[in-house]
Nanobody, 121 residues
Framework: QVQLVESGGGLVQPGGSLTLSCAAS????????MRWYRQAPGKERELVAGITIGGSTNYGDSMKDRFTVSRDNAKNMLYLQMNTLKAEDTAVYYCNADVRSQRNGDYFNIWGQGTLVTVSS
């Protein structure tokens, strides 16, 4: 069984920085793609950033100038460095991954439980 566990959320003041982490564990052969999504109260879930196993990245609208996604393939870890945070960045941030199973080679998509980021003074 594979699971994703996010950490690093919390309360931060406007203009501050925060780094989120996502740890993948279980029967994993590799993880071709990993992504961060977020969902603010009353809004739909949106893509924040994605990164392939080869390091290619993509970002949601207006995210690239303040957010940086990275990963450690050896540790099956995903990170999101967030700078110059604004009140509108307040949301639950979710880790999402396309995983190839060590057990049978099948591919499947999995979500973490989310970590809350609150930007407020």
């Amino acid at each position: 069984q594979v699971q994703l566990v996010e950490s690093g959320g919390g309360l931060v003041q406007p203009g501050g920085s925060l780094t989120l982490s996502c740890a993948a564990s279980g029967s994993i052969f590799n993880i071709p793609d990993m992504r961060w999504y977020r969902q603010a109260p009353g809004k739909e879930r949106e893509l924040v950033a994605g990164i392939t196993i080869g390091g290619s990245t993509n970002y949601g609208d207006s995210m690239k100038d303040r957010f940086t996604v990275s990963r450690d393939n050896a540790k099956n870890m995903l990170y999101l460095q967030m700078n110059t945070l604004k009140a509108e960045d307040t949301a639950v941030y979710y880790c999402n991954a396309d995983v190839r199973s060590q057990r049978n080679g099948d591919y499947f998509n999995i979500w973490g439980q989310g970590t809350l980021v609150t930007v407020s003074s």
